[in-house]
């Protein structure tokens, strides 16, 4: 039986599933012809039978019934894995719930492969969690307990940026000094790497790594960000009530801006607490929207509608974007400089965080011959221009955007069990 292997870049926001097979390295394809998948999974009611990536995203706007689940990845090393979550009224573990989203890849690659793989390199960011080093462990444990659980016997991990600097590696020539931005739905991760093709195909690269970085910062928390500026004053955010003009707790808005958080606001408690806030409300009309949200558990939408936006922006200078789902006829024109503007200070600490990382390294910004960027996030203009900044004489590579992580945790797949 011939030797496979593979990489997971399982992602905050997409995953992707790449193999190795006699030195050659391919995507499998993990959901009908695409190589990646969001990482979304949907358990519809009643009998919480699991779909995963488009087709989750689509029977959840489809107001199927059912749970619906994004983000999943943010949970690892935090207490919610422990504490769980009821889905359609049943308690369920999220390991059982990551594991089930996993397995289902797995066998799709397993199939593509033509036999079962049981080596794989995992992806993982810099930090599952900053500043927490117990939790960044539980976390890395508790993602190989699940890729045990789904069926692989050996396993290995690599830092996501360097796995992407794997994948460009294969077109280099002669030897450059490379940081690598990878900037993920839920961390951005730095590293500064020296590239050659003499160098290619060592096990042990750790002489050619100089520094890695990370913060847990990434395209959710731009998500976030434009949603509390432009999205949630709509909705009555800082709106006021009562005699005294006391303003409206915040915190049921910034839970509705996060994929992880929404589904913990649909609670007989809030609704109801909401409902007295509307009652002594200033400003009515905006706060029955977000009671509106909350009654018909719509808050994926809202949130899909901020990131639907984020992208617009992306490309154009003002957008505008349709929430008639709330009411009739209603949307929110944004334009790009709130945006920036929302986002500047996540920015300044991502690129914060890539100058932490020359500074680790040892090097000045000018001894940079190329800039990996990786993640849908570095298409925003300015990430883009931030980077520009940094690095003005260096090359800037941006191919594959989606999938370097997973064809580089793929060809680390070769090096390490090949």
């Known amino acids: 039986m011939t030797l496979i292997t593979c990489g997971i870049d399982f992602g905050t926001s997409n995953t992707s599933f790449a193999l190795n097979k006699d030195g050659a390295v391919t995507l499998a394809p993990v959901e009908n012809n695409h190589v990646t998948i969001p990482s979304a999974i949907f358990f519809q009611s009643p009998n919480n039978q699991p779909f995963f990536g488009r087709e989750a995203i689509d029977l959840f706007f489809d107001r199927k ?33 990551i594991a089930t989203f996993l397995r289902t890849l797995k066998e799709k690659a397993d199939a593509y492969a033509g036999q079962e793989i049981e080596h794989v390199v995992m992806g993982r960011p810099v930090h599952f969690v900053d500043n927490d080093p117990g939790a960044d ?54 590293t500064v790497i020296r590239l050659s093709q003499q160098h290619r195909g060592k096990a042990d690269r750790s002489s050619d790594i100089l520094a890695n970085t990370g913060v847990r910062i990434g395209g959710n928390d731009f998500d976030k960000e434009l949603s509390l500026h432009a999205i949630m004053p709509e909705l009555g955010y800082r709106s006021t009530y009562g005699e005294k003009n006391l303003e409206v707790p915040l915190r049921p808005y910034h839970d509705l801006a996060e994929w992880s958080k929404v589904n913990f606001l649909y609670t007989p408690k809030t609704i109801q607490q909401t409902r007295q806030y509307l009652h002594q409300s200033h400003d009515k009309k905006r706060l029955g929207r977000l009671l509106q949200v909350l009654e018909k558990e719509t808050g994926h939408v809202l949130l899909a509608g901020a990131e639907a936006s984020k992208i617009a922006l992306t490309g154009e200078e003002t957008y505008l974007a349709p929430f008639d789902f709330i009411e009739e006829g209603f949307g929110i024109t944004m334009e790009r400089s709130l945006f920036e503007a929302s986002i500047r200070d996540d920015v300044d600490k991502i690129a914060q965080a890539a100058s932490q990382c020359l500074t680790d390294a040892g090097v000045r910004a000018e001894a940079i011959d190329l800039v990996i960027l990786t993640g849908g996030s570095t298409e925003v203009p300015l990430v883009q221009q931030a980077f520009r900044n940094l690095f003005p004489d260096a090359q800037i590579a941006d191919q594959n955007k989606l999938s370097s992580v997973g064809l580089g945790l793929a060809y680390d797949s070769l090096y390490k069990f090949g």
């Open 137 to 190: 462990e539980r976390a890395e444990a508790e993602l190989k307990a699940i890729a045990e659980r789904i069926g692989f016997k050996s396993i290995s991990f690599q830092y996501e940026p360097i796995a992407a600097a794997f994948a460009h590696e294969a077109n280099v020539s002669g030897e450059k000094l490379a940081i690598v931005v990878d900037l993920g739905g839920g961390t951005s991760d730095f």
């Open 65 to 97: 019934k059912g749970r619906f689940m994004r983000s999943l990845k943010r949970v690892l090393g935090t207490p919610l894995m422990k504490n769980g979550t009821v889905v359609n009224g049943v308690s369920m573990n999220f390991s059982v719930i």
